[in-house]
């Protein structure tokens, strides 16, 4: 049985699942579905193309599915999806998408933290940490596992590698290859994300050779395509692989290099 705070004002329309609490002020549109276990704090505004799996928890003040800031949207059917578990805090603004790929999206176990932004056409993959403030602009990609520090914005277009960690306060104008660590003004690339990748259970010797690996990447001697071809004529692992294919999608360039 859901409980539905008497101040909410919540459309008939709208697909509310079991076990869920909405709080006092929220707005719920029409085309909005929401799934088992929610929690809906006060003062939250969910629009039509809301998608929100279970045991999903929105804090007070968050906007959800709210119109692109894009002047080509001339408000076509489009979509904002949220994953199970994750957590919204206060202030959070989700876009959907454009008529370019019709959803933007932050996946399962996520937790955005106050004043974060997602923009149109944006995707965020499964268990990432954005802190406070993040802004992400439109048509980027965060992969699984990645944590952005407070107050760093992304550039739209830019690609984030899965299992990084980018500290607070920076800006991203280009990629971020995976399972690295970066930071600086301008961004640099500072290592591999050593803690993350062994909190997550990356052996000793994947950690080694993803760091010989970016040795090359990140050698100032050797471009971009010399480094590419010389990881990929020394290593055969899955994760330098992974790297690699990356990489080798990149239209922005790498950050760093």
């Known amino acids: 049985m859901s409980q ?40 939250v505004v969910i629009y039509n193309g809301a998608r929100i799996g279970n045991k999903v928890t929105i804090h007070q003040a968050a ?7 894009d002047l080509k949207f001339s408000n076509e059917e489009s ?52 802190a406070n ?10 992969e699984d596992f990645v944590i952005i520090g407070g107050g760093t914005s992304v550039h739209q277009f830019c690609n984030v590698g899965q299992h990084s960690m980018v500290g607070g306060g ?11 660590l970066m930071a600086g003004e301008p961004l ?21 050779t993803l760091k010989k690996a970016y040795g090359y990447i990140y050698d100032k001697s050797l471009n971009v395509s010399q ?3 010389k990881v990929k004529s020394e290593f055969n692992n899955k994760y330098v692989d992974a790297a690699v294919e990356f990489i080798g999608k990149s239209k922005r360039g790498i950050v760093g290099k």
């Open 4 to 43: 539905i705070h008497s101040t909410a004002i919540v459309s008939k329309n709208a697909k509310i699942a079991d076990n869920v609490s909405i709080g006092p002020y929220s707005v719920i549109e029409d085309d909005v579905e929401i799934g088992n276990d929610c929690t809906i704090g006060p003062h």
């Open 63 to 69: 906007s959800i599915a709210h119109t692109p800031q």
């Open 79 to 130: 979509y904002f999806y949220v994953g199970d578990e994750s957590i919204i805090h206060e202030y959070v603004t989700l876009h959907r998408g454009t008529k370019e790929t019709g959803f933007s999206r932050v996946g399962k176990n996520c937790l955005l933290m106050a004043y974060t932004h997602v923009a149109h056409d944006t995707t965020v993959g499964d268990n990432c940490i954005l």
């Open 133 to 142: 403030l993040v802004q992400l602009a439109g048509h980027v990609v965060v």
């Open 170 to 180: 920076y800006r991203i104008p280009q990629d971020v290859p995976p399972f690295t």
């Open 188 to 208: 640099k690339f500072s290592g591999l994300n050593v803690i993350g990748l062994r909190r997550r259970g990356f052996s000793n010797d994947d950690i080694q």
């Open 227 to 229: 480094a590419i071809a």
